[in-house]
């Protein structure tokens, strides 16, 4: 088997297959796979040499192996990478390295793959600079069509109107053809060109010279219909504040953090805008709202440090006093603020006895909780219309 023995534990299908994929650094599931690119294709191929020459397989076999390909497809990869490698030596190099894994049980990393192979082109405008496999068509390749003086002339307009910006309908309306006939005239008088330049010494890359005709073709066709490209927009600046906004629309700055509509977290709390949310779902919450705040006052006046501020700024301040000037005592029955706890769980109660608006201390006076419940029940006897609550007792007559 071209002057060595293979061992046959690590000469399998799987182990070529993973061997080829870290040659040519691509995921062996890629050429298993359906893909058509070109690179893929030509690696497909490698493998499918190497599986046929060195250990025999039949075409079936190799086509269930690499993705359950029908066996003439293999036959044609066969039969193609085959006439690829005997007029290419760089291949069959390749081939050689690949193998000699096998020869010598050497590691992968040992073999470096060079930037010149026929099969290996390193693109240079790629930042990743990945080794990607790709069979180039040399102009020896290109068929040579021999016209007729006639169709010379006829192939020559054509490609002078295709330049000119006329579209495939257009030229075929003209020479009463299909398009799809047109484009293959247009091809090879191209390619026709292409040998004609490369026999008076000029280097051409086919494809690119293809790719420039494209790009020529349709500048012209635009041209000629009046079409002009559209001004790309400006480019994004970086590093902006926001997305559409450079700054606070209110106090321009761009230190605080962008909120909402161009204003920064301490400025959009002041808009219409954010006001007219809040009050929306004020309205749609109104209801909750209520019962949390009635909820959490009265707890909150339970508060022992709460009721002794309260204590001490209501009744402009002399409501102490007043307790303390009577004694803690109720001034009508004499019951103490000790008794009124026990009896009732609150405090004395300190009225007016000349007006609500007035809180001099001469018109205070303590009562318990019994004189005020009936003070308060006379009093609405008196005045059934208006109902006061914790009116003026002096007013009552009661004092």
Not at 54 to 81: C, D, E, M, Q
Not at 301 to 321: D, F, M, T
Not at 339 to 362: F, I, P, S, W
């Amino acid at each position: 088997m071209d002057g060595f023995q293979l061992e046959k534990k690590r000469f399998t299908a799987d182990n070529i297959l993973d061997v080829v994929s870290n040659f040519y650094e691509v995921n062996s599931k890629v050429i298993t796979g359906s893909s058509r690119i070109k690179n893929i294709v030509a690696i497909r191929w490698i493998v499918v040499y190497i599986l046929r020459k060195y250990l025999n397989k039949s075409f079936p076999y190799i086509g269930k192996k690499l993705g359950n390909r029908n066996h003439t497809s293999v036959l044609y990869a066969y039969n193609k990478i085959s006439d690829v490698i005997e007029k290419n030596s760089d291949i069959e190099q390749e081939v050689n390295s690949i193998m000699s894994y096998f020869r010598h049980g050497l590691p992968l990393r040992k073999f470096v793959v060079k930037n010149t192979n026929y099969l290996i082109v390193k693109k240079q405008r790629d930042l990743k600079l990945k080794k990607v496999l790709n069979i180039i068509r040399s102009i020896e390749d290109l068929p040579n069509h021999e016209l007729s003086l006639e169709n010379k002339n006829r192939q020559d307009s054509i490609i002078e109107k295709y330049q000119d910006g006329y579209s495939l309908h257009e030229i075929g309306e003209i020479y009463r053809l299909t398009r799809e006939r047109i484009n293959q005239i247009v091809k090879i008088g191209l390619q026709n060109n292409v040998r004609e330049m490369v026999g008076k010494g000029f280097t051409i890359d086919f494809r690119e010279f293809l790719k420039e005709e494209k790009q020529k073709h349709i500048k012209a066709y635009k041209e000629r219909r009046g079409i002009f490209e559209k001004e790309t927009p400006p480019k994004r600046v970086e590093n902006k504040w926001s997305r559409y906004y450079n700054f606070c629309r209110a106090c321009h700055t761009i230190i605080i953090p962008h909120a909402a509509l161009g204003y920064c977290k301490k400025c959009y709390t002041k808009t219409e805008g954010f006001k007219e949310i809040q009050n929306a779902s004020r309205l749609k919450n109104i209801e909750k709202i209520k019962a949390y705040t009635k909820k959490y006052s009265k707890e909150y006046n339970k508060r022992p440090e709460v009721r002794n501020r309260l204590s001490l700024a209501a009744l402009g301040g002399n409501r102490e006093k007043a307790l303390i000037r009577d004694g803690y005592k109720c001034r009508i029955c004499g019951m103490t603020r000790e008794e009124n706890h026990l009896k009732y769980g609150r405090d004395l109660n300190v009225v007016h006895t000349n007006g609500n608006q007035n809180h001099d201390l001469d018109y205070l006076k303590t009562i318990c909780k019994d004189c005020y419940t009936d003070f308060t029940t006379k009093l609405m006897r008196q005045n059934k219309k208006n109902i006061y609550g914790k009116s003026n007792i002096a007013k009552s007559g009661y004092l």
